[in-house]
C-alpha cells in the first residue's frame, strides 16, 4: 500500500510539474515525458509566425505561436525554442522576452538564460506571443521551433517555423534541400537543382542563367514560412514576374526589379485591371539582393507565404499562373514589355513541391488566331484560285447540285475562307477586350483584309449570272478582248 501511494504521488507531481511549464528536462529533445505518448502523425493544426526574417546582433522579433482559423484548435501546453538553422540539434539560441507573464514564461534551456519560453498552466490558449533577442554571437541564420500540446497524449513535436537571418546572409538550398546561410557576394544563379530543389519556369526551354545570356529564369524554394525568389534575364530596364489566378493580365501580384542607372530596385506592385503596376513598400520583401552584368538583370529575395491584411500580396500556398516579362526603363520608371509575358502553361502552388514548369508567350486563343488565318489564306484562297484556273476546262460539263463541279468546289472553299476569317478576326478583339491603343501595322492591316473579304462575297452576289442578258451587253461593249 505504502509503495502504491508513493507511486501515485510521484505521477502526480510530474504531471503537475509539466502542466506548469516546468519542462527544462525536455530543452534537448522538445519531447514530453507523456509516459510513452509519441508525436501525432497528422500535419500540426499551429504555426509560426515572425514580424521580420532579417536581424542583426541585438535585434527584436516577435515570434508569434498561433492556432489559425478556420479549425484554431486549442491548445494547453508549449516550449518555443530558437536554433542554428544549420544544425537543429545544437543549444537554444538568443533569449526571449515574455509579452504577457500570465500565460508564459522563460525556461533556461543550455547554459543561457531565458533561451525557452513555455506555458504556466494547462488553461486552453490559441495563440502566445515572444519577443526574441539576437546575441551578439548570433550563428548566420536560426530558426524557431515549437513543441505544442493539444492534450495530455495529443501533441505535435519540433514544428518548424520561420528561418531568419543576419542582415547580408542569404539562405540556398544545398544538395539534400537544406537551407545554408551563404554570402550575397557569393551567390550565383543556376538551373541546376530545377524540379529537385527549386521550381523553374525558363526560355528558352531547359536554358541555364549561368551559361546562357539570352536566358530567362525564374525560380522559387519553398522555405519554412516563406518563399525565397530568383529573377533573371537580358533586358535593357527590367525583368519581372507576376501570379495571376488566370491566363489575362489584370489584378496580378507583381514583383519589379528595375535597373536605375548602375543599380537594381527590387519592388512588390500590383497591377489592377490593365494598367501599369502600382508600386508598393518594399518592406514585405527579405534578403534582397541584386546583379548587374553585360545587360543581364538578376535579382533575388524571399517573402513571407502569408502577408496578413494585404490583399495585394497573394497566399503563396495556392494556385497561380506565372508570367515572365521584361522591357525598358527610364531612370527606374518602366515601360510596357517588349514582347508578350511568358506563361506557365498551368497553375503552380508557389510553395509546392520543385517542378519544371514550361511556358509559352502565345496565349491559346492567339494560337487560333493565327493557325485559322494560315488555314484560310494560305491553304483554303490558294486552292479555290487553282481550282477555278485549272480545273474549269478539265470538268466542263460535271456537275454537282446543279452547278458545274469546279465551281461548287471554288465556291465552297472562298466561303469557308470568309467564315475562318471572320471567326479569326474576332478572337484578338475577345483577347484585348476591345481594341488595343498599340495596335500597330498588323493589326491595321487585318482590318482591311476583313473588310475585303466581306466585299468578296457582296461582289460574288450582285455579279450577273452566265447567260444573263446583262452578261451579254458587258461582253459586246467591253473594249478590251482577251484571247486564250
Same mark, same amino acid.
Given at each position: 500500500?505504502?509503495?502504491?501511494?508513493?507511486?501515485?504521488?510521484?505521477?502526480?507531481?510530474?504531471?503537475?510539474?509539466?502542466?506548469?511549464?516546468?519542462?527544462?528536462?525536455?530543452?534537448?529533445?522538445?519531447?514530453?515525458?507523456?509516459?510513452?505518448?509519441?508525436?501525432?502523425?497528422?500535419?500540426?493544426?499551429?504555426?509560426?509566425?515572425?514580424?521580420?526574417?532579417?536581424?542583426?546582433?541585438?535585434?527584436?522579433?516577435?515570434?508569434?505561436?498561433?492556432?489559425?482559423?478556420?479549425?484554431?484548435?486549442?491548445?494547453?501546453?508549449?516550449?518555443?525554442?530558437?536554433?542554428?538553422?544549420?544544425?537543429?540539434?545544437?543549444?537554444?539560441?538568443?533569449?526571449?522576452?515574455?509579452?504577457?507573464?500570465?500565460?508564459?514564461?522563460?525556461?533556461?534551456?543550455?547554459?543561457?538564460?531565458?533561451?525557452?519560453?513555455?506555458?504556466?498552466?494547462?488553461?486552453?490558449?490559441?495563440?502566445?506571443?515572444?519577443?526574441?533577442?539576437?546575441?551578439?554571437?548570433?550563428?548566420?541564420?536560426?530558426?524557431?521551433?515549437?513543441?505544442?500540446?493539444?492534450?495530455?497524449?495529443?501533441?505535435?513535436?519540433?514544428?518548424?517555423?520561420?528561418?531568419?537571418?543576419?542582415?547580408?546572409?542569404?539562405?540556398?538550398?544545398?544538395?539534400?534541400?537544406?537551407?545554408?546561410?551563404?554570402?550575397?557576394?557569393?551567390?550565383?544563379?543556376?538551373?541546376?537543382?530545377?524540379?529537385?530543389?527549386?521550381?523553374?519556369?525558363?526560355?528558352?526551354?531547359?536554358?541555364?542563367?549561368?551559361?546562357?545570356?539570352?536566358?530567362?529564369?525564374?525560380?522559387?524554394?519553398?522555405?519554412?514560412?516563406?518563399?525565397?525568389?530568383?529573377?533573371?534575364?537580358?533586358?535593357?530596364?527590367?525583368?519581372?514576374?507576376?501570379?495571376?489566378?488566370?491566363?489575362?493580365?489584370?489584378?496580378?501580384?507583381?514583383?519589379?526589379?528595375?535597373?536605375?542607372?548602375?543599380?537594381?530596385?527590387?519592388?512588390?506592385?500590383?497591377?489592377?485591371?490593365?494598367?501599369?503596376?502600382?508600386?508598393?513598400?518594399?518592406?514585405?520583401?527579405?534578403?534582397?539582393?541584386?546583379?548587374?552584368?553585360?545587360?543581364?538583370?538578376?535579382?533575388?529575395?524571399?517573402?513571407?507565404?502569408?502577408?496578413?491584411?494585404?490583399?495585394?500580396?497573394?497566399?503563396?500556398?495556392?494556385?497561380?499562373?506565372?508570367?515572365?516579362?521584361?522591357?525598358?526603363?527610364?531612370?527606374?520608371?518602366?515601360?510596357?514589355?517588349?514582347?508578350?509575358?511568358?506563361?506557365?502553361?498551368?497553375?503552380?502552388?508557389?510553395?509546392?513541391?520543385?517542378?519544371?514548369?514550361?511556358?509559352?508567350?502565345?496565349?491559346?486563343?492567339? /494560337?487560333?488566331? +493565327? @493557325?485559322?488565318?494560315?488555314?484560310?489564306? $494560305?491553304?483554303? !484562297?490558294? &486552292?479555290?484560285?487553282?481550282?477555278?484556273?485549272?480545273?474549269?476546262?478539265?470538268?466542263?460539263?460535271?456537275?454537282?447540285?446543279?452547278?458545274?463541279?469546279?465551281?461548287?468546289?471554288?465556291?465552297?472553299?472562298?466561303?469557308?475562307?470568309?467564315?475562318?476569317?471572320?471567326?479569326?478576326?474576332?478572337?484578338?478583339?475577345?483577347?484585348?477586350?476591345?481594341?488595343? /491603343?498599340?495596335? +500597330? @501595322?498588323?493589326?491595321?492591316?487585318?482590318? $482591311?483584309?476583313? !473588310?475585303? &473579304?466581306?466585299?468578296?462575297?457582296?461582289?460574288?452576289?450582285?455579279?450577273?449570272?452566265?447567260?444573263?442578258?446583262?452578261?451579254?451587253?458587258?461582253?459586246?461593249?467591253?473594249?478590251?478582248?482577251?484571247?486564250?
Amino acid at each position: 500500500m505504502t509503495v502504491l501511494l508513493v507511486f501515485v504521488a510521484a505521477c502526480w507531481m510530474t504531471v503537475a510539474g509539466y502542466s506548469s511549464g516546468k519542462v527544462t528536462v525536455s530543452c534537448e529533445s522538445m519531447l514530453p515525458k507523456h509516459g510513452g505518448h509519441v508525436p501525432s502523425p497528422t500535419p500540426s493544426p499551429y504555426e509560426i509566425i515572425v514580424d521580420k526574417i532579417n536581424f542583426n546582433p541585438g535585434d527584436q522579433i516577435k515570434v508569434t505561436l498561433s492556432a489559425p482559423a478556420p479549425l484554431a484548435t486549442p491548445f494547453k501546453g508549449f516550449l518555443i525554442e530558437a536554433r542554428d538553422a544549420a544544425n537543429l540539434n545544437s543549444d537554444a539560441v538568443g533569449t526571449f522576452t515574455l509579452v504577457n507573464p500570465s500565460v508564459s514564461q522563460l525556461l533556461n534551456c543550455g547554459p543561457t538564460q531565458g533561451s525557452a519560453v513555455s506555458h504556466t498552466s494547462a488553461d486552453t490558449q490559441v495563440e502566445i506571443q515572444a519577443i526574441w533577442i539576437a546575441p551578439q554571437d548570433a550563428p548566420h541564420s536560426v530558426q524557431f521551433l515549437a513543441t505544442v500540446l493539444e492534450d495530455y497524449s495529443v501533441y505535435w513535436a519540433q514544428i518548424p517555423g520561420p528561418i531568419v537571418s543576419q542582415s547580408g546572409v542569404f539562405l540556398f538550398p544545398n544538395d539534400k534541400g537544406f537551407p545554408f546561410p551563404l554570402s550575397l557576394s557569393l551567390l550565383q544563379f543556376s538551373s541546376e537543382g530545377c524540379g529537385r530543389n527549386m521550381s523553374c519556369l525558363r526560355d528558352p526551354v531547359g536554358c541555364d542563367p549561368g551559361s546562357d545570356p539570352r536566358c530567362f529564369f525564374l525560380s522559387f524554394t519553398h522555405m519554412g514560412q516563406t518563399v525565397q525568389f530568383q529573377l533573371s534575364g537580358p533586358a535593357e530596364g527590367y525583368v519581372s514576374f507576376a501570379l495571376s489566378f488566370d491566363k489575362w493580365m489584370g489584378n496580378d501580384d507583381v514583383y519589379l526589379c528595375v535597373r536605375n542607372g548602375d543599380l537594381v530596385e527590387i519592388s512588390p506592385a500590383y497591377a489592377e485591371g490593365r494598367t501599369h503596376p502600382e508600386l508598393e513598400p518594399e518592406g514585405v520583401l527579405t534578403d534582397v539582393a541584386w546583379r548587374l552584368s553585360d545587360g543581364i538583370i538578376q535579382c533575388s529575395f524571399r517573402r513571407n507565404i502569408h502577408i496578413p491584411n494585404n490583399q495585394n500580396r497573394f497566399n503563396l500556398d495556392e494556385r497561380f499562373y506565372i508570367f515572365l516579362a521584361h522591357g525598358t526603363a527610364d531612370f527606374g520608371v518602366i515601360h510596357r514589355h517588349n514582347r508578350q509575358p511568358l506563361i506557365s502553361t498551368k497553375e503552380k502552388v508557389i510553395s509546392g513541391m520543385p517542378e519544371n514548369l514550361s511556358g509559352s508567350r502565345s496565349p491559346l486563343i492567339i /494560337k487560333f488566331h +493565327g @493557325a485559322l488565318m494560315f488555314i484560310a489564306w $494560305v491553304t483554303l !484562297v490558294s &486552292t479555290g484560285i487553282i481550282v477555278a484556273r485549272f480545273f474549269k476546262l478539265e470538268w466542263p460539263n460535271t456537275t454537282l447540285f446543279g452547278q458545274k463541279v469546279w465551281f461548287q468546289v471554288h465556291r465552297g472553299l472562298m466561303s469557308l475562307t470568309v467564315l475562318l476569317t471572320c471567326i479569326s478576326f474576332t478572337l484578338p478583339f475577345i483577347y484585348r477586350w476591345g481594341w488595343s /491603343k498599340r495596335a +500597330g @501595322a498588323h493589326a491595321c492591316l487585318g482590318c $482591311v483584309v476583313m !473588310v475585303f &473579304t466581306i466585299l468578296q462575297p457582296l461582289g460574288a452576289v450582285f455579279r450577273p449570272h452566265q447567260g444573263s442578258p446583262v452578261k451579254r451587253n458587258e461582253k459586246l461593249s467591253s473594249p478590251f478582248k482577251f484571247h486564250m
